[in-house]
């Protein structure tokens, strides 16, 4: 079972920040989070990861709190094609890669104009 | 880009008979997994396929099962014989080893969508 809590669904305006929220209390110190979305039934789509640093790419942005219990995904400026069911994923490395991810049922975030 | 793609995008079979889902992982991908979602439900994890052996199976890849990589690019899923229950999306991911420290994204397919009637 998926290790991590999520809100079934969220709203955000066009243009705005959408900052999506994920529980994950009892991840352990080697274990990683990963943002995953999944637009419409195309194949899910990496976002993001981190271990304990806050983390930035060109599509998002990940904060993880100091005790590691919980992160936020922060699109900086949603559009119409952000919208998706968004996954927040907590597995550990294994020589490099992810594993089998461990799919929840996550956050369906609705952009609206 | 460099892209994970999967053939048929559709597969319409009756129940009791074998297919074989193409996919064919991004070229320097060494680590390559098949998952599936039955519409309306999680994506679930199948198998993980390493080094030309398997890595990590889930309960739902029982003996009807396999995985192959009969050459240098594709990577195959095969159900021997179908059941209604095998409908669903299957989705083909590969990722690279060791590329940078610490975990390695996963790049997923377009899925199949396998239709058993």
């Known amino acids: 079972d998926a290790k991590t809590t999520q809100p079934p669904s969220m709203d955000c305006a066009e243009g705005r920040a959408a900052n999506l929220p994920c529980n994950h209390s009892?991840?352990?110190?080697?274990?990683?989070v990963y943002w995953y979305r999944q637009i419409h039934s195309q194949g899910p789509q990496y976002i993001i990861h981190?271990?304990?640093n806050n983390e930035t790419n060109e599509m998002a942005s990940l904060i993880i709190t100091e005790d590691r219990k919980s992160s936020t995904l922060i699109l900086p400026h949603a559009t119409l094609r952000d919208t998706a069911v968004y996954y927040c994923?907590?597995?550990?490395?294994?020589?490099?890669?992810?594993?089998?991810?461990?799919f929840g049922k996550g956050t369906k975030l609705s952009v609206k104009p | 880009e460099p892209e994970v793609t999967q053939t048929p995008s559709h597969q319409v079979t009756q129940m009791g008979q074998e297919v074989i889902l193409r996919c064919v992982p991004i070229?320097?991908?060494?680590?390559f997994y098949w998952y599936r979602q039955i519409l309306g439900q999680k994506v679930e994890f199948l198998v993980s396929?390493?080094?030309?052996?398997?890595?990590?199976k889930s309960e739902i890849f029982d003996d009807q099962f396999s995985v192959e990589r009969p050459d240098g690019s594709n990577f195959t899923l095969k159900i021997r014989s179908t059941k209604l229950e095998d409908s669903a999306m299957y989705f083909c991911?590969?990722?690279?080893?060791?590329?940078?420290?610490?975990?390695?994204?996963?790049?997923f397919g377009p899925g199949t969508r396998l239709t058993v009637l």
């Open positions: 991911a590969s990722s690279v080893v060791l590329r940078r420290e610490g975990a390695n994204e996963q790049f």
């Open positions: 009892t991840i352990s110190g080697n274990e990683y």
């Open positions: 981190g271990l304990k």
């Open positions: 994923i907590v597995r550990v490395a294994i020589g490099g890669s992810q594993g089998n991810l461990i």
């Open positions: 070229s320097n991908h060494l680590y």
């Open positions: 396929f390493y080094n030309n052996e398997i890595s990590e």
